[in-house]
């Protein structure tokens, strides 16, 4: 097998970092997601502005852009509030946090759009069934809407989740200690950079063919009594 | 609100406009515990709207529904239509007026026993065990007790619509408002639908049924009312209704409907 120079700890700790990563941006983006769907279907023009925005906005600037703009933008517009307090120390954002926070972002705004899509898909009776025996809008929502809109969105979810655990591999550029960064550390004491790269690209796919396979798992039970629709 | 109104449902001049077309132009209906009233009319009359208005999937325009004494409050929403005023109230009162829909509208994603529970549960919160205790028995009121395990897409329409019909039942309501119940069903399998609402007019269920059935209306009815372009064409007993109208157009429909 490849030799890894003892390394094999620090590449573990990196694809511990990036599975965190993944999952925080992960719950962040589907809340997000699923606010930015309902503001988009609301009957209140400014929501459904600011739901557009929201997805006309992320989809029009490159990943690397926004992870970026929060690691700086967090940190800056901190200091100015707490300035504001009369705090003037600088206030560093962890690298952790913007990260997540910019992916969760990045993934709401997709994730807005196939929500939304789904809602739509939903045959209006099914809302006004629960409603005419006498369930209230928020019964209806998260009894009979929600796990139907998980159902029909849940493959372009998966889509999403995938690239997702890639592009965490961004925040390595803040300094974040997730598995490219570690690796390009390894490269740089050993000057091996096939062996790690190579150690890099194995675990990434590791990581994204269980997380196809749990999709698929999940997709299965989401269909449960409308198999021969879905198929 | 304590009026004098012996009636369980007091409808009273619904109005409704959709993109200024005149649809509702004054309604009423008033319905006795145990009156069965069926609505007839061409496609475009307005029944199925009307009914709609009256639990309030549709917003009238003008008008007001008293269910037992209890008036549905409104106020006047964007371009003049009646908005309820208290969600609460009406959600507590659509529970006493069960829907039938013409397309079911069960839930794809529970089986039929889960879909009979839901609603006992979330609005009349009653244990999962009396849900289920309840539900059993209108299982086997409807014929579909070996079929409480499966999802609506592996029913027939007519078993859908029975499902549906049970899990309205659950509510206990006093009132049900039937919606084109077996439209949407191949031929075959209207009558298992038509036996379990005509057992439900011989208990003595108050119910209002908007229906192209007309020997069925008929036969289970004891009130009828014929609408015509938004309006009451007619009203009156099935006898008169189905043999000597006083309309010529009611006649007219009569005598092209009944074979």
Redesign the interface.
Known sequence: MIDLHGFEGLLLQGTIVTVKLTFTALALGLVLGLIGATAKLSDTAIFRWMGNSYSTLVRGLPEFLVVLSFYFGASHVLMMIAAKFGYDEYIEVSGFVAGFVALGFIFGAYASELFRGAIIAI?K??A??????????F?TFF??TL??VW?IALPGLGNLFMILMKDTALVSVVGLEELLRVTAFAVGRTKEPFTFYLAAAVIYLVLTSLASFGLRHLEKRAS???R??AS | MAENDTHLLNVEGIHKRFGGQDVLKGISVKAKRGDVISILGSSGSGKSTFLRCINYLEYPDQGRVVVDGEEILTKTGKGGMLVPADQKQLARLRARIGFVFQSFNLWPHLNVLENIIEAPMQVLKLSKKDAIERAETLLDRVGLADHRNHYPSHLSGGQQQRAAIARTLAMEPDVILFDEPTSALDPELVNEVLNVIGSLAEEGRTMLIVTHEMGFAREVSNQTMFLHEGKVEEQGSPDKMFNNADSERVRTFMASHIH
Not at chain 1, 128 to 137: D, F, H, K
């Open positions: 045959p009776g099914q006004e069934a629960a409603r005419a025996l006498g369930m209230s809008s019964q009894r009979i796990p139907q159902r449960t009594g409308v021969e629709l």
